[in-house]
């Protein structure tokens, strides 16, 4: 029945059909005509655009003919000529061409840009366009005059966007189908200025005007850097008049990646490295698909996975060796996977409060980070310092006090597990000298082997990284960690790049790595001191407490230290990455520890008190964090206010990290005692390392200079987040976890042999 319904219904699906049919052709002839105008006025444009063409074309072939400059064609009279002059670079580039100082080709395309320009032909008004003029906003930091890269591209190539015809449009057709006569490409040329009508910051590069130009590809750029010297030297800049910039042509880029690129030593140490790293995971893998395989009683020991392909015999080949295969399981995968993810109940020998505090403190600091790389791109810097020193942004400003709480938990940590091993203590009481240097190489050993393996990889991604975008940013890098590392890797590999200026370290950010490496080995010469010679070294640790802040007194002092932001990263060196200023917060970590194990300290305190002095601990730790919001002190106040804040706001990281030791606590140490935070922890070194090299890489690709507002600035913050967080896993799953894996075995084997 459902069939012949449908049979005899299809006389009306055929009239429908017929109709719309019908209303389909009415309808475009209705829209023909309405457009009819629209579409003769398209036709007028394409005709125009096609004589530019040609006349384009018919100049092109101009440069390739032997003949004088005097056949060219006449150029273009325009009232605003001398007005384009001066307030146009790439207009007064082409005025003060010359054969002299070019080639010929470039010279002869220049003269083209300019006689389209005057002519006002659509590809050469993209062109001009394209380049960078001055923006408003010099005074606060407007230093990037970028034009528009992707403008310079439509000069090239038809910007593929799709407009109606039903509308009428009085923009010229040309300017979106009308392409260059030559190739052009984008490069941006840097000047220094000298103008007193900016507010100077003093912190690096912000003096450096960064200047768009879309150029014809026969220019080289030396060229153009020398008919930019021309141009100014020439006093044709309006802008020099007005504002006093007095420019310098510092250097050009081509925005173009080099070929040495791919013959840096840390291009191949990398590839080396994820090579070897992928081999041991399908290795580690190819070992637990053998595992599974389990054999039966009848059967013979089927050993390893079957090899399927040449990559899998030779890896079969390489895990005949016995040896090998106690350790590549330290590189498995999922069991690594595992790690990073699991998340499970507190034990009571842990501390659970270090984890949230690691957590937080690492996404805290990597804010901080966001609003500093910022400042190498922001346009209104002046604004962002002011923000900087408001009340409600100091969480963000005083960030780098949170440094504080790593070298907090580090010296409590160290002291805390060396005291609690019970057979360790007993060995260095028996060892004679060389038994106890060898215990403790063993212990640096380990130390090592757990930091340095990821620590270097990020140091080589560090120098491929700023390579990469000193090459194709076009934004000036005053840090270029690429030279740096070149030229000082062996300080990082040591550990010891603290020890010299800050301006000269690869990956600056790393000092405090160095500080923590430089404490361990500090702290373990004096407790393996501690242990025969106990009264001894009570006296040196109390001299070194009284002789860090002497010093923080004494450098502040001398150096006349003051809290304002260019005199804390003038002072980045005596002050801020010195291990001798540094050792404070290390050592009251440590003495906490000792008097938890040694003196059994106990405070009897009433619930009520103690939620009180847990109140105050977090009152105190946040009073140190806003305490700089007024900047402008002596150096007397700023020395005094810098040395008494970092030792009362480590004090409140002991009782917290004590308090959490004994059990104890309230519900905001609750908070941070969740098991959530055991993920984060796990990933705070990695978080910590890579969250400057992420932020510095994307911010540098960008194509024009960022805005420096709070709303879109807690958005961006939310995205790096996100990018350093994967990032972090990553690497960590790479670099940093099978080393752990292979330190913790190989503690394990030397107990089994020693026992």
Not at 158 to 180: C, W
Not at 584 to 599: C, F
Request: net charge positive; with cysteine.
């Amino acid at each position: 029945m459902e069939i012949r319904r449908t049979s005899r219904s299809r006389p009306y699906l055929w009239a429908v059909t017929l109709l719309m049919l019908l209303g389909l052709w009415l309808g475009s002839v209705l829209a023909k005509g309405a457009t009819n105008q629209t579409w003769q006025q398209h036709q007028q444009q394409q005709q125009q655009q096609q004589h530019y063409q040609s006349q384009s074309n018919e100049s092109q072939l101009l440069p390739e003919e032997p003949a004088p400059m005097e056949v060219a064609p006449p150029m273009v009279s325009s009232p605003h000529e001398t007005h384009l002059t001066r307030t146009s670079v790439i207009f007064g580039l082409t005025k003060v061409a010359n054969v002299s100082r070019v080639n010929h080709k470039c010279h002869a395309q220049l003269r083209q840009v300019q006689r389209g320009i005057l002519a006002k032909q659509p590809w050469a008004m993209k062109v001009l366009d394209a380049s960078g003029t001055k923006p408003s906003g010099f005074v606060y930091g407007q230093n990037y005059w970028l034009g528009s890269r992707e403008a310079c591209r439509g000069v090239q190539r038809p910007v593929e966007i799709t407009l109606s015809k039903n509308f009428d449009r009085v923009m010229h057709y040309g300017i979106i189908t009308q392409q260059a006569p030559f190739d052009m490409d984008y490069r941006v040329i840097y000047l220094r200025h000298s103008s007193p009508w900016q507010v100077e910051i003093k912190l690096m590069s912000e003096q450096i005007i960064h200047i768009g130009l879309c150029l014809p590809s026969a220019c080289s750029s030396e060229e153009v850097k020398g008919l930019a010297q021309d141009y100014v030297a020439a006093g044709m800049f309006t802008e020099n008049e007005i504002y006093d910039i007095r420019p310098e042509v510092v250097y050009m880029k081509d925005l173009q990646l080099k070929d040495v690129f791919f013959e840096r030593a840390s291009f191949r140490l990398l590839v080396a490295c994820v090579l070897a790293t992928g081999a041991l995971m399908l290795c580690a893998q190819q070992l637990t698909a053998a595992k599974k395989l389990t054999p039966s009683s009848d059967e013979p020991d089927p050993g390893l996975a079957p090899a399927e392909s040449e990559l899998w015999r030779g890896l079969h080949s390489l895990l005949q060796l016995e040896k090998l295969q106690k350790y590549i399981p330290c590189w498995d995968v999922p069991g690594n996977w595992a790690k990073i993810f699991a998340v499970r109940e507190n034990s009571p020998n842990e501390i659970p409060l270090m984890n949230g505090l690691r957590s937080v403190c690492a996404i805290w600091i990597m804010v901080f980070h966001v609003v500093w790389f910022m400042y190498f791109t922001v346009h209104n810097k002046t604004v962002l310092i002011s923000y900087a020193e408001q009340a409600f942004f100091q969480y963000v400003s005083s960030a780098p006090l949170l440094v504080d709480v790593f070298f907090t938990i580090s010296g409590f940590l160290q002291t805390y597990n060396f005291l609690r091993n019970s057979q360790q203590l007993e060995a260095v009481r028996q060892n004679g000298f060389g038994q106890n240097l060898k215990l403790f190489g063993k212990l640096l050993f380990h130390r090592y082997l757990r930091l340095g393996p990821l620590y270097l990889v990020v140091m080589a991604t560090v120098d491929l990284v700023y390579a990469y975008i000193g090459d194709v940013s076009v934004y000036h890098i005053n840090e270029r960690f690429d030279e740096m590392c070149s030229r000082h890797w062996w300080r990082n590999l040591l550990f010891i790049q603290n020890l010299f200026d800050h301006r000269d370290m690869c990956a600056n950010w790393s000092w405090s790595l160095a500080c923590e490496m430089q404490f361990f080995i500090l702290a373990n010469a004096f407790l393996f001191l501690y242990v025969r010679y106990p009264k001894i070294v009570k006296a040196m640790v109390a001299s070194a407490f009284v002789a860090t802040i002497a010093w923080s007194y004494s450098i502040g002092l001398s150096i006349k230290f003051q809290l304002s932001f260019d005199s804390a990263f003038a002072t980045g060196t005596e002050i801020y990455t010195s291990p001798f200023v540094r050792v404070l917060p290390y050592i009251l970590g440590a003495v906490t520890a000792w008097l938890l194990l040694e003196k059994s300290l106990q405070l009897e305190l009433s619930e009520l008190r103690e939620r009180q002095c847990w109140h105050l601990a977090l009152l105190v730790f946040f009073t140190c964090i806003y305490s700089t919001v007024k900047r402008d002190l002596g150096p007397l106040m700023a020395i005094t206010l810098f040395v008494m804040g970092r030792l009362f706001f480590s004090l409140s990281v002991c009782w917290m990290v004590a308090g959490s030791c004994q059990g104890r606590g309230v519900w905001w140490s609750r908070l941070l005692e969740a098991k959530g935070f055991q993920h984060v922890s796990r990933l705070s070194y990695a978080i910590y390392l890579l969250n400057p090299l992420v932020i510095a890489l994307f911010y540098s690709l960008t194509n024009a200079s960022t805005h420096a507002d709070p709303f879109m600035l807690c958005v961006v913050t939310c995205g790096f987040a996100v990018i350093v967080y994967l990032a972090s896993i990553l690497f960590s799953l790479a670099f940093e976890l099978p080393f752990s894996n292979l330190s913790s075995l190989l503690n394990r084997r030397s107990k089994q042999k020693s026992a």
